[in-house]
């Protein structure tokens, strides 16, 4: 038996007991004749002391430990003189009898402990070292109680989880694929699932009903703090579903994950349209942690000879409560923020409403008091309050609105990571025109059906055809999306058209789905978490990389394994790939 006890468990009730404990090295003092040592494994921290007074011998073998030796030890629990309540083991020690040591460590690049010296770079090089600290460990211990927690919600409503092939050919998601190159079938190529979303689909054609999975999804995309190019979806489908069932089931589930994992009682979950999500935030996942909605006001600011204005498709504000005081300076930081190639706006125009009353704006030139007064009135401004006004083409703007609206609501501490605010954005467009190429795309994927009040625009004004989509947002982060699907052959067929397949093409890539639509399909449709995104929003963090165990960097690399990474000759013969150099 290599131990009896975890270093996390032994506490004042244990006193006096013979324990045997394994673990890491993480902390070596020397005090006098006497040697305290940290020792850590999976479930804490626990002291030893190894004392020349008690046992010289084995004293002067701790002599040579170093960080992240793994030794074990045996010995007899005591109540400390000087406890430490900050930690769970503080109530006591080990006096160590016997020391074993199992493995020397080499001195790690970098400090093991809550507070780390390591940089990014070097933590993910040494990734197996960085996941000894308790935070990442933790974050990985909270990723699996949230996976225990589903699997268990979605097995008591019927969903059964069902593996789907990972070796595929594309999936329209609208990322670039990853592609396979395929040794027995010379000059083709498999692509990776961007999502099983098809593979689902044909599950509910047979008649399964209820589906989910947990599922590894490849997409190659440029990378942000919330995207990986794999990640794991909480992929589900159902069958004979209209949408209120869908989002009343995965609110359900959102809700039984706060409360079995967080004790937190959601309220019902906000709706908002797309539309009204766009004017009222410019995002389609807004975060409503916090008000500062956006106003339009190009009705009352044009017509008075500022040319930026009356020019502008769109005049939007925000109110910043209580701000009026800011400094030219705070202001400056503000204005260099929104005119970051990033964000992309022109320029930032104020109005300080002051607490004598008096309005302030920086374009006074052009407008009068009583103009600034009916501006503050639409905004619904106070004494002590800064507008703040952008403007532009109406899309943009608002994005650019949003965007600034996000960084102040941090600025002040409006966005609380311990508070949870989440909504159901619906009625999204089905389609979105490319000015670019020209063409329409799909604004979720092709296989989502449009509303069935809606159908008859698709010939006359696509644009403003509505689809049965949703996206679930909390906190200002899509954690999940879904749609309805289409399930008849001919209007899927139209769609496709729409989106500018040729017939051909349609039917080479996706003539399996149409042909099974055609063998009594089911209306049917579905859901897909972000799981990394979820567990980032439940453990308060930026990234989705902390709580992945083993993360890509920003330039999709593992820099542990280095991957990617050059095949050989043979290799690439066997693939009958030629790299051009
Ligand atoms: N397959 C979709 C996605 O990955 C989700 C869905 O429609 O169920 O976004």
Redesign the pocket.
Known sequence: MYRTNTCGELCAANVNQEVVLCGWVQKVRKIGGVIFVDLRDRYGITQLVFSQLVNANVCNKAIELGREWVIQIEGKVVERSNKNSGMPTGDIEIIVSKLNVLNPSEVPPFTIEEDTDGGDDLRMKYRYLDLRRTLIRSNLELRHQMIFAIRSYLNKHNFLEIETPVLISSTP?GARDFIVPSRTNQGEFYALP??P?LF?QLLMVAGLDRYFQIVK?FRDEDLRADRQPEFT?I???MSFVEQEDILRIFERLTKYLFKTIKEIDLPDFVRLSYADAMRFYGSDKPDIRFGMQLVEIKDITIGKGFAVFDESEYIGAIRVEGCASYTRKQIDELTDFVKRPQIGARGLIYVRCNSDGSLKSSIDKFYSVDDLRKWRDRIGAKQGDLILILCGKTKETQKQLSELRLEIGSRLGLRDKNQFKCLWVIDFPLLEYDNESNRFFSK??PF?SPKQEDIALLETNPEIVRANAYDMVINGTEIG???IRIHSCELQEKIFTILGFSEERARSQFGFLMNAFKYGAPPHG???FGLDRFVAVFAGLNSIRDCIAFPKNNSGRDVMINAPSIISYGQLNELHLKIDT
Request: glycine share 16%; aromatic share 0%; proline share 0%.
């Open positions: 998601e961007q999502s979303q689902k999804c979806q992929d589900c489908e979720h994927h989502t999306g879904g749609s579905g859901i897909a």
